[in-house]
């Protein structure tokens, strides 16, 4: 699903973000993105997403080299990822319904289909009860459930989350945890940037550290370090 070979980000004030990565997340997979801050996930996030170009190197999107697309084919890769942030990045002026509803009009989706699929996405992931609050009138575990429904709704063959507990304490964490494990249990692939020690030690999940833009460690099941 994604394959970077040799990739290299420097940016223009001569940062080498990341330094040589090669990489393959398969279809299906739950993937850890560890590291300390300024390692470089982010970076390596922006380049799958095309928010930013490899230096060098090549990333591919279900075997399309992303740096290659054309302008139409950006926002058809964008639909296939589903984005999650650890600051939300909802409207403040929409409604937890408006917000997703509002996913799916950006890709021409016709009033029933979104008449029909947002109030289920939205039980999905728990707030059936809270479709008509203002992000404002919800708690933090609450707008994160929101931006998961709103990066599911369109069905995406990926989901991307940067830090999606950063802002949110660990019970509440756990259960977005929760969610995220039952969205990659039918099958969509999850790549999460975390500094979640707990959460990555628990999980058993695939774990890929970065240091200083590299990969330096690619484990099943693995843990958040290998320091005690
Ligand atoms: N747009 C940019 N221009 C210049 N340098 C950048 C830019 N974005 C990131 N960097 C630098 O690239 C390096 C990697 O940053 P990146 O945000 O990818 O790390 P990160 O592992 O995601 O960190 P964090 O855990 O804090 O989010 C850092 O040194 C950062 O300052």
Redesign the pocket.
């Known amino acids: 699903m994604i394959q970077l070979y040799n990739v290299s980000?420097i940016?223009?004030?001569g940062?080498?973000?990341?330094n040589d990565v090669t990489l393959h997340v398969r279809k299906g997979e739950f993937v850890f993105l560890v590291?300390?801050?300024?390692?470089?996930?982010?970076?390596?996030?922006?380049i799958v997403f095309r928010e930013?170009l490899p230096s060098r190197g090549q990333a591919l999107f279900s075997g399309k080299n992303i740096a290659r697309l054309k302008g139409r084919e950006i926002p058809h890769l964008r639909r296939k990822i589903g984005m999650v942030f650890q600051d939300f990045r909802l409207l403040p002026q929409k409604t937890a319904y408006e917000n997703v509803a509002f996913a799916m009009q950006v890709v021409g989706a016709g009033k029933r289909a979104i008449r029909n699929r947002v109030p289920e996405v939205l039980a999905q992931v728990g707030l059936e009860e809270k479709t008509g609050m203002m992000p404002a009138q919800l708690s933090g575990g609450e707008q994160q459930r929101v931006c998961i429904a709103r990066a599911i709704v369109n069905n995406p063959v990926m989901i991307i989350a940067?830090?999606p507990t950063g802002n949110l304490d660990p019970d509440t964490s756990w259960e977005l945890m929760n969610l995220f494990n039952e969205i990659n249990s039918k099958g969509t692939t999850i790549v999460m940037?975390t500094?979640a020690r707990e959460i990555v030690d628990t999980m058993k999940k695939r774990v890929l550290s970065?240091t200083a833009?590299r990969i330096t460690r690619d484990e099943e099941g693995g843990v958040y370090s290998n320091e005690s």
């Not at 590291?35 to 922006?46: C, E, M, N, T, W």
Request: without cysteine; proline residues 4%.
């Open positions: 980000k940016y223009s004030n940062v080498k973000a990341l590291g300390p801050s300024g390692a470089g996930k982010s970076s390596l996030i922006k930013e940067d830090e940037a500094h970065m833009g």
